[in-house]
Every structure is written in structure tokens, then in C-alpha cells.
């Protein structure tokens, strides 16, 4: 990491005008369960619009909506200023909006954007991961403040493992989980392995996959190579040995019907499950709520021998980006264009990332002894059951709307446990090297976009249906069944995909890390050295 990144601060002058100035906006709706009708109705948004002189006209799409509401706004050409989202919305990528005249380039505008700039120099993939393969900035993406540990993997039942003889360090390998679930089976617990809600449907267990040498459900990157996990060899490995826990019962057997987390906590609560897919947040609330005192405790990604690392690629910030964008579009004239990219850089400020991340002093948040910035708890662990999404969307900027300075910790609340806090990072980070990240920008070429999207749903429509068939015992897998299964892929186009995907991958790489600095910030900031 450079430490001028996060050590360099330009000074932005406020209010940035002198008479209120109004910006419509898409995107960033407000949790349900807030009973906001707009942003507007948020703390932290007031307390913006009164040091900025900023305000906002809101057009919130429906949750759930979000991809076809956005494709209805760009075909009306009725754009809104600014948008709010996320990579994912621009299919084509940004470049194909620039060129279509949907939203601006600002590189020749950074010199109104220091904090930004200053803040993108991380290190060599934030960089890259805020600009276009066309070297294009023409968006702010949500940098991480400091890096985040692992914050969901697998939790065992504490209580079980300890009626059973077991420890962490017992619970590494494959062969120990199988041992662990086996006994935990014969003592009565009905799915002993109860996977995440990432897993439901698809039959996919990254966290049981890693191990195989597979970094994600889909793509992924080892070394500049780009794979796609059941096109390997490797998950054939996986599959045989998920169909073997699954036959024995050690996994939950409806496991592909349950998509949320109400279908899979009851299960982890009543004694059901002796262990699952846990995010640190909400470890505390499983103790609490656990039936006879039960408690659960963080344990490894499983691996064939207990010497192998892991480069697990869920769960985990192996970059320091998010996926929260701000677009401006070509609906915003000259002069607003300027000002806005003014206000989009105040949020990279020190202040502007206290305001945006916690709130307003005294109302969200207090400085704690030590002169760090802690929400309250009402915020966070809300004793009328309201939820921590629905807090931060009331009092600070949820990193579903603008691009902003985000710290993941603000999450915290000052009772966490430390099993929460910090052994799920000691014991989840173990074990751990240079987890490969593939990157969520990356665009296709635009020649091959509309094949490449509809080969690739026709893809991954066949395999999450092969993939549950073969796990719960439908369809064999033997040499035939997986010859069968790798034809069906390659007849779909996978072949093709993963060749684009590759090519996507080598233009990221070759995106130009100089673009918007001047040779003195090339050597302030270190890219040099990228």
C-alpha cells in the first residue's frame, strides 16, 4: 500500500457555492424498512447538503428492479445528472457509455479532483480498477480506507465440538471435516454442514471448492490465467467428494432450495446444523440466539493436507475497491459538471469520509478514548430489531449509493466480542497467500458483448442444473457423465467465453497507471514502482 495515499490531503473550501444547487440523481434506494421516502430523509445527506450546498432530486428504483429500471432510463435518453451504482449496470462497460454519449469523461477534469486521485493510488489494481481498458476516468468508485480481514467463512458449533472432542486445530483438513460431520451426524444433528446462501441454488461451495485449487464459483485468475472453475479437472474432485458428503447426509438435503438467510438460520439456531457459512457481524447474534446455550467459533477453509494455502476469493477484500460508482452523464451541463466533481472529492476528504461513513457527531456516532470514530450502538445492535442496513441507510451514506471513502469498520459495534472481531480474522486469514481476486470490471469487447452474454447464460443456466443433478444423486458421475457434461459446455461456447474473458483480463492489465498525474505526482505517489 502507498502511505501517501492515505496521508495526502488537498483542503476543499465549503459551502462549494453560494446558492443551493440541485442535482438529479438515479439509483441508492433506501433499505425498505426505513421508511425514508428519499435519501433526503437521511442525517448524514442533510448534514451534506448543509456544508456543500448540495442537494439532490432523487429517482429511487425498485429493489430487486435495479438492472431493467436502469436499461428503461438509458433507452428513454431522459437521463437523470448523476447516477448512482455499480459496474454491473453498464453492460459493455463504461467505455461503451462514453462512446454512446451516455456519460462523461472527466480525465482532463482531475486537476478538480486531488483526494480522489490521490486516494485511487492504493496500489496498482485500485488503480486499474478505476479506470476504462480506453484509459478512460469517468468514474468514482468506493475506495476502501484500510483493509478488511476475512469477514465471512465457515463457523462450527462451538459447543458440539467440544462434546465431541474436537478443536480448531482439529478441523483443517477435508478428511477432519468429514470426521467432524460424521460424528456430529451420529450424534443426532440432522444437516451438519448447512452451506451459505452464496451456495444454495447452484450447488457451487466456493469454501469447499478452494481447497481443489478452484478461486471462485465462476471466473477466476491464477497468474495472469483466467479459468473457469467446472470447466477444470478439479471440480470434478469437488463434485465427487460434495456427492459423497451429500449421500451420507453430512449435507443439509434441501440445500438447493433454500435462498435466504431465514431458510438456512433456523437450522443453525435449533441444533440442526453443527456448521455453516457465517459472516463475523453476525456471530455474537448466533450465540445469542442458539438453543441451549450453544455457542459457534470460526474455523478454516478446508484443504487436502493441513501444509496447503489458500487463496480463497469469497469472503474476502483482496482489493480495495467496491462495487458503489458515480457516474456523471452527459444531461449535466458544463458548469454542473465542474461542481460535482468538486463535491465527489470532498467525499475522499478526511471529513468528507467521517460525515459519509459515521454521520453526524452526536447523533450516530461518538469518538471514542482513543479519538477513534464508533457508531451507537442503537445503530447497530438496534433493540427494536431494526437491521444494521437500515441504520446506516437512516444516518450515514449506505455503499449502495455514491462513490465514497469507505470504512468497512464503522461496522462494529463497541460490544463485539473478540471471537467475533478478532479470531475470526486470526483463523480465517490463516493459511491465506495472495488471494487473486478476479476483477469485477472487466469488459468484454464489444464485438463479441451480445455473444458472449448470451453464450454465457446458456452456460451457466446448464451447469447450476448438472451441477445440483450430480451432487443429490440424479445423474451419475462417472468418466462418461463428466466427458458428457465438458461436451455440453464447449458446445455452449465456453471455450469462446473464457478466450474473451482472457482478452478482457490482458487489456485490465494493460490499462496506463499514469493517466491523470503529472510526472512529479508519478513520483510522490509511487506508480513508478507499479
Avoid at 127 to 144: E, G, P, V
Avoid at 224 to 231: I, L
Avoid at 364 to 372: A, P, Q, T, V
Avoid at 410 to 423: G, H, L, N, Q
Wanted: aromatic share 14%; hydrophobic share 35%.
Amino acid at each position: 500500500t502507498n502511505p501517501a495515499a492515505l496521508e495526502t490531503e488537498f483542503p476543499v473550501e465549503l459551502p462549494l457555492t453560494d446558492e443551493l444547487v440541485t442535482y438529479t440523481v438515479w439509483g441508492g434506494t433506501p433499505d425498505s424498512t426505513t421508511g425514508m421516502t428519499s435519501q433526503n430523509d437521511g442525517k448524514m445527506w442533510q448534514e451534506l447538503q448543509k456544508r456543500t450546498n448540495i442537494a439532490f432530486e432523487w429517482n429511487h428504483p425498485a429493489i430487486g428492479q435495479q438492472q431493467a429500471m436502469f436499461n428503461l432510463l438509458i433507452a428513454s435518453q431522459n437521463y437523470t445528472e448523476l447516477i448512482f451504482g455499480g459496474p454491473t449496470y453498464y453492460l459493455g462497460g463504461y467505455d461503451k457509455f462514453v462512446d454512446d454519449g451516455v456519460i462523461i469523461d472527466f480525465t482532463d477534469k482531475v486537476d478538480l479532483i486531488p483526494n480522489y486521485m490521490a486516494r485511487r493510488t492504493l496500489d496498482a489494481e485500485t488503480i486499474r480498477q478505476t479506470m476504462t481498458d480506453k484509459n478512460r476516468i469517468c468514474f468514482f468508485n468506493s475506495l476502501r480506507a484500510t483493509w478488511q480481514p476475512t469477514w465471512i467463512s465457515p463457523c462450527a458449533r462451538g459447543d458440539f465440538m467440544e462434546d465431541l472432542g474436537y478443536t480448531t486445530e482439529d478441523i483443517q483438513t477435508y478428511d477432519d471435516w468429514y470426521n467432524f460431520l460424521t460424528d456430529a451426524k451420529e450424534a443426532g444433528v440432522s444437516a451438519p454442514y448447512t452451506p451459505g446462501v452464496n451456495t444454495t441454488t447452484t450447488g457451487r461451495d466456493v469454501y469447499i471448492m478452494n481447497g481443489f485449487g478452484l478461486g471462485a464459483a465462476q471466473w477466476y485468475q491464477v497468474d495472469g490465467t483466467v479459468y473457469y472453475a467446472p470447466a477444470e479437472e478439479a471440480f470434478r474432485d469437488y463434485l465427487e467428494l460434495y456427492r459423497q458428503w451429500y449421500a451420507e447426509g453430512l449435507i443439509d438435503q434441501d440445500f438447493y432450495s433454500r435462498t435466504t438467510s431465514t431458510d438456512i438460520e433456523p437450522l443453525c439456531f435449533n441444533g440442526d446444523a453443527a456448521m455453516s457459512i457465517v459472516g463475523y457481524i453476525n456471530i455474537d447474534r448466533y450465540d445469542m440466539q442458539t438453543a441451549d446455550d450453544g455457542w459457534w467459533t470460526p474455523i478454516r477453509v478446508p484443504r487436502i493436507s493441513e501444509d496447503d494455502t489458500s487463496r480463497l476469493y469469497a469472503g474476502n477484500t483482496s482489493n480495495r475497491t467496491s462495487n458503489s460508482t458515480t457516474t456523471i452523464t452527459t444531461a449535466c451541463t458544463e458548469d454542473k459538471v465542474d461542481l460535482i466533481l468538486r463535491w465527489q472529492d470532498y467525499l475522499f476528504t478526511y471529513d468528507g469520509r467521517i460525515l459519509t461513513q459515521f454521520g453526524v457527531e452526536g447523533v450516530s456516532f461518538y469518538y471514542d478514548e482513543n479519538g477513534e470514530p464508533v457508531m451507537y450502538d442503537f445503530i447497530l445492535n438496534n433493540p427494536d430489531g431494526r437491521s444494521i442496513t437500515a441504520g446506516l441507510h437512516m444516518y450515514t451514506m449506505h455503499h449502495s449509493t455514491a462513490g465514497m471513502w469507505f470504512e468497512w469498520y464503522r461496522e462494529v459495534p463497541a460490544t463485539m466480542s473478540d471471537k467475533a472481531f478478532v479470531e475470526t480474522a486470526q483463523v480465517w486469514d490463516s493459511n491465506m497467500e495472495d488471494p487473486q481476486k478476479f476483477p469485477g470490471n472487466l469488459t468484454i469487447d464489444e464485438a463479441n458483448y451480445t455473444e458472449y452474454t448470451a453464450r454465457f447464460n446458456d452456460v451457466e443456466t446448464y451447469v447450476n442444473e448438472a451441477v445440483v443433478r450430480f451432487i443429490v444423486g440424479q445423474d451419475e458421475l462417472n468418466d462418461e457423465s463428466w466427458a458428457s457434461f465438458q461436451n455440453e459446455i464447449k458446445n455452449l461456447g465456453i471455450e469462446n467465453c473464457i478466450k474473451w474473458q482472457q482478452e478482457a483480463y490482458d487489456r485490465y492489465l494493460a490499462r496506463d497507471l499514469t493517466v491523470g498525474y503529472t510526472d512529479e505526482q508519478i513520483e510522490e505517489y509511487n506508480i513508478g514502482e507499479y
